[in-house]
């Protein structure tokens, strides 16, 4: 079956912009999180949702970050007022039920801020 | 505060040899532990997932173990092959899902 997608896979944007980056987990999976990757960097936790709600938004950094799902499948992860520190490779990754439950992880969003 | 360590941050090792990767964790009070594999540009694959009540895992020429009492697991992949060659993270999970920063491993044909 097909597994987590994310698009687009490479987004370059200028200071300031706005963005949003999608994620498509693998059907029937109710748990998403969003990380985020540096270079040299393992994922840090951005993000996690139990169906349509954020369980746990305890890793978004400040307020210019925001995600939804608003019918329990795709998730939309946005930023605002974009910085160059911004710059990262974005990760979504989908489970079936739980944090219990073994993760899988889409290919990512390389995000470029100028 | 959890905090995830892997050591060494790379290795390099003639194919066919038998090697160790470890990770140690600050907290405990985990409900599992996770080793994925990441290859250059691309996402990250899981490999083994260790329940906090188990103690090992195996699949194929992987085995992981995991020590929750002294905050270790180990990660032993035998008969090393060149497409081996990857970053290895491991993960934990208590509240939130904490990730080490990798090791390199490159198998030298």
């Known amino acids: 079956g097909a597994g987590v997608s994310q698009t687009p896979s490479n987004k370059v944007t200028e200071k300031g912009k706005y963005v949003e980056l999608r994620c498509d987990p693998i059907?029937?999976?109710?748990?998403l999180y969003w990380y985020r990757q540096s270079l040299g960097q393992g994922p840090e936790f951005l993000i996690y949702f139990q169906g349509t709600g954020a369980a746990d938004d305890s890793g978004l950094p400040n307020d210019r970050f925001f995600a939804v799902r608003p019918e329990g499948s795709v998730s939309t992860l946005k930023i605002q007022r974009t910085e160059r520190g911004d710059s990262a490779v974005y990760l979504c990754?989908?489970?079936?039920?739980?944090?219990?439950?073994?993760?899988?992880f889409g290919p990512g969003t390389r995000l470029t801020v100028l | 505060k959890q905090e995830v360590t892997q050591i060494p941050a790379a290795l390099s090792v003639p194919e066919g040899e038998n090697l160790v990767l470890n990770c140690s964790f600050t907290?405990?009070?985990?409900?599992?532990l996770q080793w994925f594999r990441q290859d250059p540009g691309k996402g990250l694959t899981s490999l083994l997932l260790?329940?906090?009540?188990?103690r090992e895992q195996t699949s194929g020429r992987l085995n992981a173990s995991l020590d929750k009492s002294s905050g270790r697991s180990t990660l032993y992949i035998a008969a090393s092959q060149p497409g081996d060659s990857a970053t290895y993270l491991c993960?934990?999970?208590?509240?939130?899902?904490?990730f080490g920063k990798g090791t390199r491993l490159h198998i030298l044909p």
């Open positions: 990754a989908s489970s079936l039920s739980s944090g219990a439950d073994t993760q899988y």
């Open positions: 993960a934990v999970l208590d509240d939130k899902i904490i």
């Open positions: 260790i329940q906090s009540s188990q």
């Open positions: 059907s029937g999976h109710t748990a």
């Open positions: 907290d405990s009070a985990i409900y599992n």
